[in-house]
C-alpha cells in the first residue's frame, strides 16, 4: 500500500528505505510480513487497513537501537522512571513509538498507540492495538511451539489472540526466568483472569 500523506509524509519507497536502514534485513523483512498480516486481520476484524498496515511495518523501527539511547531518551523525555530497570524488548515499543513520531513524521495517535503497545499489550486495547499485537505474533515467519494454536486462536476472535498471546508470553518469560515488566502482567490479569 501507498499510504496517505495524511498518515506518514513519506513515499512508500523513501519509508521501506528509512525502515531498512534501521533494521537487519531480517528484521526488515518480518516488518514487512507483520505488514501483510495486519491488513488481513484489518480486513475480517473490521479495523481500519491503512493504519494496520502502517503500523505493523514501523512498528519495530527502533528495534535495534542501542541501550544506551533508550536510557538517555528516557531521562531526558522524562518517560515513566520504572522503564530504566525494563530492556529492549519493551523500551523499542514503548520509546520507539516516540522515535516513529519525530523520525519518520507520523503522528496519527492510533498509530502511535498501537506501537507503543504491539509488546505487552494494555489493559484497555482498540481494534488496532489488538491488531498489531497479534500480527507481530502469527505472522508467516513466527515458528514457535504455540504458533499453530496462536493462528488458530486469532482466527475464532481477535480477542482470543490477544489472550492466547499474553499467556503463552507470561509462560515463556517465567520459563526464562526473566524480569516481568508489570504493564504484562496487567495485561493478563484484565484479559485472562478477569479483571
Ligand atoms: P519482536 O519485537 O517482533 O521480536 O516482538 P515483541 O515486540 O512482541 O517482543 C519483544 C521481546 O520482548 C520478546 O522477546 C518478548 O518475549 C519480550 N517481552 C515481552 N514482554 C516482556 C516482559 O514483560 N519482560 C521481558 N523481560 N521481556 C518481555
Ligand atoms: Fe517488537
Ligand atoms: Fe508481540
Ligand atoms: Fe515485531
Redesign the pocket.
Known amino acids: 500500500i501507498d499510504y496517505p500523506q495524511t498518515l506518514v509524509p513519506l513515499s512508500r519507497a523513501d519509508l521501506l528505505a528509512r525502515l531498512h536502514a534501521q533494521l537487519s534485513d531480517g528484521r526488515f523483512a518480518?516488518v514487512q510480513r507483520v505488514e501483510q498480516t495486519a491488513i488481513k486481520l484489518a480486513q475480517q476484524y473490521g479495523g481500519d487497513v491503512q493504519r494496520a498496515g502502517l503500523a505493523g511495518l514501523v512498528h519495530?523501527y527502533a528495534?535495534q537501537r542501542p541501550d544506551a539511547e533508550f536510557k538517555q531518551l528516557i531521562r531526558q523525555q522524562r518517560f515513566d522512571p520504572d522503564l530504566l530497570t525494563a530492556?529492549n524488548?519493551?523500551w523499542?515499543?514503548v520509546i520507539g513509538a516516540y522515535l516513529v513520531e519525530r523520525e519518520l513524521g507520523i503522528h496519527d495517535t492510533q498509530v502511535l498507540n498501537a506501537i507503543r503497545r504491539?509488546?505487552?499489550g494494555a489493559v484497555e486495547m482498540t481494534t488496532l492495538d489488538k491488531i498489531i499485537f497479534v500480527a507481530?505474533f502469527i505472522e508467516p515467519g513466527r515458528d514457535f511451539p504455540g504458533v499453530d494454536q496462536a493462528r488458530a486462536a486469532a482466527e475464532a476472535s481477535l480477542d482470543a489472540g490477544v489472550r492466547f498471546e499474553i499467556t503463552n508470553?507470561l509462560k515463556?518469560?517465567i520459563a526464562k526466568q526473566?524480569?516481568?515488566?508489570p504493564k504484562?502482567i496487567d495485561t493478563y490479569n484484565a484479559w485472562v483472569a478477569g479483571h
Do not use: W
Request: net charge negative; aromatic share 10%.
Open positions: 518480518h519495530d528495534k530492556n524488548g519493551i523499542h515499543g504491539h509488546t505487552i507481530d508470553t515463556f518469560l526473566v524480569n516481568i515488566y504484562t
